[in-house]
């Protein structure tokens, strides 16, 4: 069973508790910055909330235990609402990776403040815990800056492109996930997916990871 899953079977749980905080508080971070900026859409339907059943989407969810990688549910948002709808929606946007770049950030912080006091030591596994927490964190924040629908770097893109562009975007939105999905589970993922599991997200764990040492020790 294990040859089919991104993780092994003592991870399991370490992943989904990871997946519980990272998903709600990505969507939360969504749904917080748009009700600021005056789009209530998303409290009115019960998604301003650290609930994660209120987050979770069982495909994306799914796909992390097997592919590695995967999505929550997107939070609703009207631009109509906004005062100065690019901004705000690029701000949004960002919001959500942002969220789990800090819990990344706190799950090293934390992790180096417990080996510097030596609490961890009737903690068993806590370790492994959070080396699943910060990494699936650091995964999310890359991924969900991909340019592709329906990511939150496509919608950042969209923001900051002219208006005839962007019309022609909107109309290849319906394929999106078609698209995206050729791009990460065929060949092609060599192309795409694998350097930045290879060369990014490996970059920005070792920078976190050094200056987190070098504040505790």
Request: net charge positive; hydrophobic share 55%.
């Given at each position: 069973?294990?040859?089919f899953?991104?993780?092994?079977?003592r991870?399991?749980p370490?992943?989904?508790?990871?997946?519980?905080?990272?998903?709600?508080?990505?969507?939360f971070?969504?749904?917080?910055?748009?009700?600021?900026?005056g789009?209530?859409?998303?409290?009115?339907?019960?998604?301003?909330?650290?609930?994660?059943?209120k987050?979770?989407?069982?495909?994306?969810?799914?796909?992390?235990?097997i592919a590695?990688?995967?999505?929550?549910?997107?939070?609703?948002?009207?631009?109509?609402?906004?005062?100065?709808?690019?901004?705000?929606g690029?701000?949004?946007?960002?919001?959500g990776?942002?969220?789990?770049?800090?819990?990344?950030a706190?799950?090293?912080?934390?992790?180096?403040?417990?080996?510097?006091?030596?609490?961890?030591?009737?903690?068993?596994?806590?370790?492994?815990?959070?080396?699943?927490?910060?990494?699936l964190?650091?995964?999310l924040?890359?991924?969900?800056?991909?340019?592709?629908?329906p990511?939150?770097?496509?919608?950042?893109?969209?923001?900051?492109?002219?208006?005839?562009?962007?019309?022609?975007?909107?109309?290849?939105?319906?394929?999106?996930?078609?698209?995206f999905?050729?791009?990460?589970?065929?060949?092609?993922?060599?192309?795409?997916i694998?350097?930045?599991?290879?060369?990014?997200?490996?970059?920005?764990?070792?920078?976190?990871?050094?200056?987190?040492?070098?504040?505790f020790?």
């Amino acid at each position: 069973m294990e040859g089919f899953l991104a993780y092994s079977l003592r991870e399991i749980p370490y992943v989904a508790i990871t997946l519980m905080i990272a998903f709600t508080f990505h969507e939360f971070a969504h749904a917080y910055v748009a009700y600021k900026f005056g789009d209530h859409t998303a409290q009115k339907q019960g998604r301003l909330t650290l609930n994660p059943l209120k987050h979770l989407d069982p495909f994306g969810t799914i796909l992390i235990f097997i592919a590695g990688f995967g999505w929550a549910r997107p939070v609703p948002v009207n631009r109509f609402f906004f005062k100065k709808p690019r901004l705000a929606g690029i701000l949004v946007s960002v919001a959500g990776p942002l969220s789990n770049l800090i819990l990344a950030a706190l799950g090293f912080f934390i992790a180096f403040g417990l080996a510097r006091t030596q609490l961890a030591v009737n903690l068993p596994g806590i370790f492994e815990f959070f080396e699943i927490f910060n990494w699936l964190n650091l995964v999310l924040f890359v991924f969900n800056l991909l340019p592709f629908p329906p990511l939150d770097g496509y919608r950042i893109v969209e923001d900051l492109a002219p208006n005839h562009i962007r019309a022609k975007m909107t109309q290849f939105e319906q394929y999106g996930v078609l698209i995206f999905l050729i791009l990460v589970i065929t060949p092609l993922d060599r192309y795409t997916i694998q350097p930045i599991f290879q060369f990014i997200i490996p970059g920005l764990w070792q920078g976190l990871n050094n200056f987190f040492y070098n504040l505790f020790f």
